[in-house]
């Protein structure tokens, strides 16, 4: 992503913007709340253009397109979060499998009530855009609340698995006597 500022073209990262938004919003608005929302934002966008996809073009139900719109926007919060909002918790391999399915579950409740309201409100006469921004916005407060607690942990007090391991003085020793100095 580029910007102009003084006549020329330079590039502007997730990282740099984060830095502009930590001091402007400073110490009202933690800057992981900040990121956790752009992101968000861009996850309603692609919840509402996949629920269009299911509901207008391949015709499946609304309650069921609400459903796949759900899914689709919490895979893609979930891997930009974890790229940029969490990047200081990152989760890697199969921690960041068991990340997602975390993420699911903690998640089912905000998504149960996501799609529970939308439908209500699009049965109740609503715009389908308005019903599914309504429980978009039920499932985002859920979400993050949730996933800072269960998924993005800080290392303090994530289990030992994702902790490296101090080394011990049987691994010290053979770490020794492989050496090129030892030989």
Known sequence: MGAFANGRQEEVS???TATHL???????????????AMIGGFGVLTHLSTLWLAVYSLGIGF??????????????NFLLNNLFT??????RG??????????YSV????????????????DANHSWWLAGLGGAAVGAVW????????VWRSRATAPALRQPQAPTEQNAAQQNSMSPSAA
Not at 22 to 36: D, N, T
Not at 63 to 76: D, F, R
Not at 86 to 91: E, F
Not at 94 to 103: D, H, I, K, N, R
């Open 143 to 150: 979400n993050y609340a949730m996933s800072s607690v269960f």
């Open 14 to 16: 997730v990282i740099d």
């Open 86 to 91: 969490y990047r200081d918790r990152r989760l």
């Open 107 to 122: 998640c089912s409740l905000g998504a149960a009530a996501n799609v529970g309201i939308a439908s209500h409100l699009f």
């Open 22 to 36: 930590r001091e402007l919003a400073r110490p009202v608005i933690p800057v992981r709340f900040l990121l956790f």
């Open 94 to 103: 199969l921690a960041l499998v068991t990340g997602l399915l975390s993420f």
């Open 63 to 76: 309650a069921a397109g609400q459903g796949i719109a759900t899914m689709v926007a919490m895979t893609g």
